[in-house]
């Protein structure tokens, strides 16, 4: 990517970053007796915000996605080519670089991680040496770097989901890359190396244990791809990736520390808090609008609606409809199964489809009889078969719906945040007073930028629909962002494994678009937080 890149542009953010740098002397801490040359700052924040303004790339970072940035240019042939950029920054002396971590998944891998610590000793209580330990282990720590892989794979897929919304095509060239900028060693000539290395998902096929790290710390591992080393830390459940810092240099820049930064910093001081105070806000309104009004909140997962509304247990055709499409079946496929065994097919799908369950037990019956069918299906082996009869016993695959925390409550104290009287109800009822086409709004997904038709629907406005189908917006969010397969259910566990348990919207000065996010909510809520 870097040597694509245009050369002016290379060439202010460049500028750009000596000149943070130049200011190292400010905060480098010196004493008496230890004058040596300090290694070169760069703060990794600055660092993005001046890549993301130098390039024109859009910020990637908000919420909790795996990159930072991402840009788009013309590549041979007058393609599209696109570029995911994680940004980082440390030392060219540093060794191995965290690239995810897996807290919620410490529990879910206590029992691996248990076991390897036990096989470090001898029957008689003596210790192995690393050689025994990484044998004795080497099941174990082949499993575990599959699981961690493959949560690191699905958090990479759902977060290129998320940046490139709708608008990727098979035409277009996408390569992920990490931007990394190392700052030289102290004591050392001071200069910042420009380094780059891929951004894989990592092969799992591909992979080999190294190894642990000690025998005194047999659950911290290392194994490699052919691409890439990593190395599970097991403490904080932590996965650091082997750089090669210095086999990724592609140019260097000398640094020259500033002589009076005590100036320079005063002179920042007057321009903003002198006659100029004011003008950041004023770019920010340029820019694309500042946030006027924003409501987040956790993610309540529903077994049979909402983000779920595929997986739900009800059918929405009328009960004939519904006893037409079984006798169907039974015309269809009655010659091409067993007797016994489609007999006990038809009578499992009248009782799915014909019975009501209103209470939540009967739901979970019913789960559990879809359960049975589509274990019969699996025996049956017939695919035309099978792709019938899920149909009936399941809704659109990516059917769904974002679910509004307390609907009533937020529409009836913010009626017109989606539309003007978009939030408003007819007298005594649940019903909106609204027709639905004066209920869209332009949904606009972040980071991305991309936007569908939405509108505010059901009873007490509790949700958010995409225009025309459903699942428009569950292709994109389910698949996209959530990673499910065909007909898997979210899961509380599935959003810890993502890094992803809330939503933000928000509107801006600029437009009424109605702006959508992801995000991770931790302890601490944040300002505009609206519960669950």
Known sequence: MWNELPAGDKEEYKRMILAFASLTEMFAQKTEENDEIPAPIINSKYQETIFQRVFH?????????????????????????????????????????????FKANINEWSSLISQMQKNVKNEDGSLKNKDEVDMANQELYKKLAVKISTLRNERIRSSIANLQGFRITDDDEVESVYHVLMPSQKGRKPEIYVGETSYDQINIEDIEITGCSSVKNPSNFAFSDGKHTYRYTSADSQLYMKFNNEKIVLESWPVRYAEDAYGLFS??????????????????????????????????????????????????????????????????????VPEPVFNKLTCFLREYLLKKSPAAKDKEKKESLRKDIVKLLEEVNN??????????????????????????????????????????????????????????????????????????????????????????????????????????????????????????????????????????????????????
């Open 383 to 532: 695919h035309d078969l099978e792709r019938d009869v899920k149909k009936l016993l399941y809704r659109p695959v990516t059917e769904m719906y974002i679910p509004i925390p307390n609907a009533r409550v937020f529409h009836e104290t913010h009626p017109d945040f989606f539309g003007k009287g978009a939030g408003r109800f007819k007298d005594g009822s649940k019903k909106l007073l609204l027709d639905p086409k004066q209920r869209e709004f332009n949904l606009i997904f972040e980071p991305s930028g991309d936007s569908i038709p939405a509108f505010i629907s059901q009873d007490d406005g509790k949700a958010i629909e995409s225009v025309d189908k459903q699942t428009i917006l569950g292709e994109w969010i389910l698949k996209g962002i959530f990673q499910l397969k065909d007909y898997e259910p979210l899961t509380e566990k599935k959003l810890n494994d993502l890094g992803i348990n809330g939503i933000r919207l928000y509107k801006t000065s600029k437009s009424d678009d109605i702006h959508l996010e992801f995000i991770w909510i931790g302890e601490e809520k944040p300002d505009d937080y609206i519960g669950a």
């Open 267 to 336: 002179e920042i001081a007057d321009r903003i808090y002198g006659e100029k105070a004011g003008e950041a806000g004023e770019k920010e309104e340029q820019n694309g609008g500042s946030i006027i009004e924003s409501y987040s909140w956790n993610i309540a997962v529903q077994r049979y609606s909402g983000f779920n509304s595929f997986y739900g247990v009800g059918s929405k055709l009328g009960a004939e409809a519904r006893e037409e499409r079984v006798k169907k079946v039974e015309e269809i496929y009655r010659d091409c």
């Open 57 to 101: 790339a859009s910020a990637e970072d908000i919420g909790n996605t795996s990159y930072d940035a991402a840009l788009s240019g013309k590549s041979m042939g007058n393609r599209l080519k696109k570029y995911l950029i994680g940004i980082k920054t440390f030392g060219i002396g540093s060794g191995d670089q965290k690239v995810a971590q």
